[in-house]
């Protein structure tokens, strides 16, 4: 079975601070794709990033990076410097060979001011 | 229009009433999903059409019915409906279904009084 957890469900941090947000996912396939999504107070979930099982290279976008650990089966995301603007409920993602795509319960992110 | 569009925005309906929800899409993509977010609860999947064919039915009740008249719109039909289904849908698409990021639109709050 496959299943994403995202342990933190409410983070409160200053801005400028940097935050991490954790997700543990768990899946027999050898090959799948993880994802992060955004849903700002708005509701539309904004797609961040997509990764794929073969592909270990951490990434950095901006103020946003993703660290990928097979070993751990961990798909980590940090915000550097963070903004107000990041307040939001942060979704990672997993989609198998199924192609049926699972979604973590999320981790609300409080950008204090 | 940009994106994917829902209407209406919000929508508060009895439990004999008969609505329906529309999703429409600008990107030129080949699938397109209904989700259920409902507050205590992960993103749930509720249905699936590729090129406008039904793949996915997530044990989702009969009192939920999509429809796909081709592959830019995506309706929800609600009937008879309870107030435990009051949640956001969600409606989304990908360029296919499988391994693509999905596209979200803001999404139908729901009330069932």
């Known amino acids: 079975a496959q299943k994403v957890t995202q342990a933190q469900t409410e983070i409160s941090v200053v801005e400028k601070e940097d935050v991490t947000l954790d997700c543990v996912y768990e899946?027999?396939?050898?090959?799948?794709?993880l994802f992060w999504y955004k849903q700002p107070p708005s509701g539309e979930l904004v797609f961040l990033i997509r990764?794929?099982?073969?592909?270990?290279q951490n990434e950095i976008s901006g103020r946003y990076s993703w660290n990928f650990q097979k070993s751990t089966s961990s798909f980590n995301f940090t915000i550097t410097a963070s903004q107000v603007v990041d307040s939001a409920v942060y979704f990672c993602?997993?989609?198998?060979?199924?192609?049926?795509?699972?979604f973590g319960k999320g981790t609300r992110l409080h950008i204090l001011p | 229009e940009t994106g994917v569009t829902q209407t209406p925005r919000h929508l508060v309906m009895g439990m004999t009433n008969k609505k329906s929800l529309k999703c429409e899409q600008h990107?030129?993509?080949?699938?397109m999903y209904w989700y259920k977010q409902s507050a205590k609860k992960p993103l749930e999947l509720m249905f699936v059409?590729?090129?406008?064919?039904?793949?996915e039915n997530n044990s989702v009740p009969s009192r939920f019915s999509p429809e796909c008249p081709n592959s830019s719109h995506l309706f929800l039909h609600l009937h008879t409906l309870q107030p435990e289904d009051s949640a956001l849908y969600l409606c989304?698409?990908?360029?296919?279904?499988?391994?693509?990021?999905?596209?979200f639109g803001p999404g139908t709050r729901l009330t069932v009084t």
């Open positions: 989304a698409s990908s360029l296919a279904a499988g391994r693509d990021e999905q596209y």
């Open positions: 899946t027999r396939d050898t090959t799948y794709y």
């Open positions: 990764r794929n099982s073969f592909d270990e």
């Open positions: 993602a997993l989609k198998g060979r199924d192609d049926k795509i699972i």
């Open positions: 990107l030129g993509h080949n699938a």
């Open positions: 059409y590729n090129f406008k064919e039904q793949t």
